[in-house]
T-cell receptor, first 113, second 117 residues
C-alpha cells in the first residue's frame, strides 16, 4: 500500500529565509505527487503537482518541488519565505489513476518576523 | 476556477444523533470525494461519491455509518450517523474532473467542522 512520510512535524524559519519541507513516499508505480497548503480556518489549496516529465515543478506562491525517484522524495522549496506562508503543508500521493489521495501527516510552518 | 461550498460550515451535535453535510459545486465534475481530518491529524479518504450509484468506501469506513448520496454531477451529501465524540473532525469534500478542472487534480471545499458532545 502507498504511504507518505513528512518527517518534520513543525518547522520555524525567519521571514526571508529559504525553506525546504521534506516528503518521502512509498508506492510501487510511478506516483502522482501533490503539495497542498492549509491555512488556519481555510480549506486545502493545491500548491503544485507532479505527474511526469520535468522533475522540477513550479507552483503557485513561489513554491517549487523536485521529484527524485532514486530517493522516493518530493521536497517542497521556497527561496524566500513570507510571513503569510505560515500554514500547514501536506504532501500527498495519488493512486488509482491519480485520484485516490494518501496524505502525509503534515508539516506546520511557523514564520518568525 | 469553480466554487465548492459546504454546508454547514460547523456544527455541534449530541451523541447518538446524525448530521448530513452538503457539498455543492457550481459546475459539473467527474469525481467527488469525502475526507475526514481528525483533530491534529492528516486527511483520510472516506469514500468516492459515485453519481447514480452506491459510493465506494475505503477500508475502515462503512455505508451504515457514513451514507453518501450523489444525485447529480454537482452535488453530494455525507451523513455521519449515530455520532460519538470520536466522530469530531473536519469533513471535507473534494472534486476532480469536469470542464473547469484538470484531470487528476483535486480541489477541496472549505470543510465542515463537527464537534460531538
Amino acid at each position: 500500500a502507498q504511504s507518505v512520510t513528512q518527517p518534520d512535524i513543525h518547522i520555524t524559519v525567519s521571514e526571508g529565509a529559504s525553506l525546504e519541507l521534506r516528503c518521502n513516499y512509498s508506492y510501487g508505480a510511478t506516483p502522482y505527487l501533490f503539495w497542498y497548503v492549509q491555512s488556519p480556518g481555510q480549506g486545502l489549496q493545491l500548491l503544485l503537482k507532479y505527474f511526469s516529465g520535468d522533475t522540477l515543478v513550479q507552483g503557485i506562491k513561489g513554491f517549487e518541488a523536485e521529484f527524485k525517484r532514486s530517493q522516493s522524495s518530493f521536497n517542497l522549496r521556497k527561496p524566500s519565505v513570507h510571513w503569510s506562508d505560515a500554514a500547514e503543508y501536506f504532501c500527498a500521493v495519488g493512486t488509482g489513476g491519480g485520484n485516490k489521495l494518501t496524505f502525509g501527516t503534515g508539516t506546520q510552518l511557523k514564520v518568525e518576523l | 476556477s469553480a466554487v465548492i461550498s459546504q454546508k454547514p460550515s460547523r456544527d455541534i451535535c449530541q451523541r447518538g444523533t446524525s448530521l448530513t453535510i452538503q457539498c455543492q459545486v457550481d459546475s459539473q465534475v467527474t469525481m467527488m470525494f469525502w475526507y475526514r481530518q481528525q483533530p491534529g491529524q492528516s486527511l483520510t479518504l472516506i469514500a468516492t461519491a459515485n453519481q447514480g450509484s452506491e459510493a465506494t468506501y475505503e477500508s475502515g469506513f462503512v455505508i451504515d455509518k457514513f451514507p453518501i448520496s450523489r444525485p447529480n454531477l454537482t452535488f453530494s451529501t455525507l451523513t455521519v450517523s449515530n455520532m460519538s465524540p470520536e466522530d469530531s473532525s473536519i469533513y471535507l469534500c473534494s472534486v476532480e474532473g469536469g470542464v473547469q478542472y484538470i484531470e487528476n487534480e483535486q480541489f477541496f471545499g472549505p470543510g465542515t467542522r463537527l464537534t460531538v458532545l
